[in-house]
């Protein structure tokens, strides 16, 4: 059995990954930390998890993560960079779904963090948790950088674009909707109820902070620079993630869906739809996929790829354990088989 | 493994039955069938089963169970009662999810659902599938018939209660609420997101079919007949079932809280809350269980029972599934222990 | 035109308050304070107002009513009952749409709000400010308490059997869901569309401080002591309240759809819907209008009363400039014609 | 007052339109028609309506409109265009919700709609009814074709972009989410809260016929052939419309904020947004209004237009009653001067 630690359980992206965990046939959860929620019971903050597991949460002093074969960081950013270190010191491998390991440039990593980064050489080590993009360097990694969701989306949506060449890359444009858990298990106005349900709204148009992650993972695609215009959308459910891309073809009578077919044809998380089918997010709700389709309105110029994903799953927490499996050799999808909830 | 068919399984409980059976460890299904979608695959109709299995929809004339340990009727009313008898005389066992064999006096069933029955004298052999209280009939049976969904949630609550003899069986009141999903998956008005969304509502006050199912169990508990009254309500969301039980206690100084938790002690799909909290829908959304908690609103005579459950799953297929593994001498829970999906 | 002050605007009562008085045809708001929001415009505050009002939040210490014919208070409780006295004192008259003066026995107020009353004497001269059953007195007041909103629902279902001495005044019972907005403008974990979102639980089981208000009223329709078990339920929508009332009948045969159509038959803000339609939340959304239904299942000895309304309009801000109307010598309705928004 | 006649009141711009008519202050309804609900009350059948009219549906082939100075038609296509030459001929002027007037081009209308159109001539006499575009045309009209939701809200957010000429014509792209009630008061399975709740997907991005509406609307605007690139979502909710626009800027430092700023300053129902906030769809729920923000993200050539409409108000039923006002001469905001219904 794989000994598993967990900083900081509290929020969406950690039950989620509890969730998953705890199903795991190879999985063994050692250690849950929270400190505002030390001394709780699991089931007793997540009635969800009533009758699935006996833990409690550590206070992060006392946590003793000494038996464990790898440590999930479910925190905020500015967390793991400050604790990982001493985890890799003690050769234990680590999966961070925080922000602190996902940019190469420290730099571009502090501008848009308003921070100074406490582990900048580790930032080089970090793996992108990419599967579809880094699967052999994730198996390899001590320390591995899960994709933020909105990039996890947009990214398997260039991909094959990107790679075979065939797009204008100064003008890549992504409209975004997602679930309201993206924001979240925080008591925020703007996530109640009354604020978000019945209504679609943008957000972040100035600038989000996945853009330059997304723009960095574009740009290792085109091997060139990529520039990316992102609105992201605010949507009236609680789960999922729609990404409508458009890019503008350089090349003339390109089979795209064949392209798209190809490139992800072995990859277990990703499934393309038939043609003339367009994916929704109910269809991947709880499950660890995502489900692209790709268009040529008019068979003009700008291409429309649409991409989805649930936030929580692919897009977070599924995606870590899908990584942690690479990483202890472990089947890729051993414990992210579940079909998606639907309706 | 165990070979399962499915009849009718284009609808909301037949895709969650496919979900269950499709990640059970020892279940293969062999055949499906839908009249109306003959030759269609699954995953077209249900794009969550995407990547999931290869199987077709086969035409109900040629679909042959010859194979098959077990055969799950997922269809409306009057169709499990004209095609039960065969399979049953082919060695067959049979799980029903329709109400053709819920009803012990068939003269009820045909007042309610105005019309002949085709097997009545299966109604008498059908074993209901509710295992906190058929537990050992269903091991042995050839055919089940499993609870509604109110009923199930509306049962489970009342049990401990009737049991113990302490409520006034002649005024006993089920306030409840259902998801959507609960109308199925049809082209209905009163569905549409538009009417059922940002609104509450009553219906089938003046009757609802599952009146004389609960009437007919809940007396069975209490040994005597009981008389209900019961109003459910569309609640704007897609899932879930939540009761509100209201009865006069006839005895003074019952520890209540006690009484729930001795009695489902050892029932793998039902777990009481601890004193002073309340179950949630949210929180057994895509998991088999039913979430209880008692209460005793200023120590007054009224007690009140909070019953929570996914009407898809320990309310149709999850159950159905249970009664399958009973039946055919699995761990009861097999196939049945994923968490449920919070938020 | 009549001047009008509100005091703590910035809550979903305050800004639906708002809403009606702006389009009222002979109402000036002239000042509304806000200690958080004090010199934001309302409109920025709240962008539904863009080009309706030029009007700015004012400190609470700088405000002056004296050129007011009427204040609103749309402040949590423990507000009014401290400025109150100066207003009236300025022969200004107030409509409280907080608890403070709600009831009448200052001890029980005291009890359930776990503090000091601080205008105990006004407790017995404030009106209670439904309509429907206080007509004449708010005409007269200078100070009107506005019902809660669980109290306008389930008070005008019991009345019209209350009045006739027909049900047993020992045992009723009201399973109520309410809408989101129900909890206010908060930023609370439990109002969260991710939390409240697809599910429907109980809360406030062991004691709602609504069930004083409720007895009280009820009380006084029956002329003798009532006791209510009162159950509130959060329901995955915005606005809307729908209580289900069930009693039992003291005697046989009354008609009593004819019986609530009689009673109601000159309210003008309330309608009985024809026997075997039962209303739904969404078809009084925005309306300062009461639906209800009877019905008496089986026809056995419990009643069933359904009864919904706009939680923030004839539960809350709509009630209140019906009271102003009366007190001001209005219309009843002006200002309040506006059809319910549906879908 | 204004007599009004309604074609095909049974849909949701239906119901709609009565709502804002029967509230407007110099309407009166003198008919309305259905012929599937010929003789049913109307507020039998949109409860919403009881207690505001006592009007029935009439059997169009009983309808005498001879008394009306304004006939709506709230139908589906292929309704108008055969029953409105003869009202012309009557001298009733027409206001047309459905799609029969809005192309010009009767060939290209003929394409999108798959049959002849009855009225060729009259496609040419129709004026557009977008006030901020056509409002002297408008007045003068005989006959009115109300714009598409998604047009509206898409064309009111290029306009001033168009009109200025600083943006490529040749890649406009709008990604643009709609509630379901854009869909109609239809039993369709699509439409069903369990379908579309929960969920965000695209749809008829191969194509949707108010491409053509747009791209005409657009290339006046232009005064030269626009390309644009449309792909609709359907979004969780019941109303709303939130249009997302991106554009190629040719010009380098246009302040864009005073360019919308001016553009809209004496529109009675648009307003732009202070730089910096970004409209909701919340916001203007049940209003007849437009509320619009632009950015340029990043500085970056690739500008960004948000605009949000009620879709049965501004984008349907409400701009229709301003057409009304301005063809019959009444204050153009007469009876839609209602604030937005937030939350």
Redesign the interface.
Known sequence: MIRVGVVGGTG?TG?EL??LL??HPDVTVSVITSRSEAGRRLD?L???????CELAFTDPAQADYSSCDVVFFATPHNVAMREVPTLLDQGIRVVDLSADFRLKDVGVWEQWYGETHRSPALCAEAVYGLPETHREAIRAARLVACPGCYPTAVQLGFLPLLEAGIIDTT?L?A?C?S???GAG?Q???G?????????????G???HRH?PEMEQGLSGMAAQPV?L???P?L??????I?A?L?A?LNTKGADLQALFEKRFAHEPSV?V??A????????????N?C?LAV?Q??G???V?V?S?IDNLVKGAAGQAVQAMNLMLDQPEMAGL???????
């Open positions: 969406y039950v509890l969730r705890l199903c007793d997540f009635p969800s998890l009533l009758g699935t003008q444009i409209s909707g679930g309201v858990s298990r008591a925020k106005l996530s109640l109820l009354t604020e978000a349900g019945e209504s679609l709204a943008a957000y148009v100035a600038g853009l520039q215009t992102f609105v959308h949507v009236p459910m609680s789960r999922g729609h409508t458009f503008q499934a739809l038939p003339g089918a367009f994916p929704a997010t109910r269809n991947v709700r709880g499950a996929i489900q268009a309105p008019q003009r110029d700008t429309v649409m989805v088989e579940g079909i998606a909830l639907a309706p």
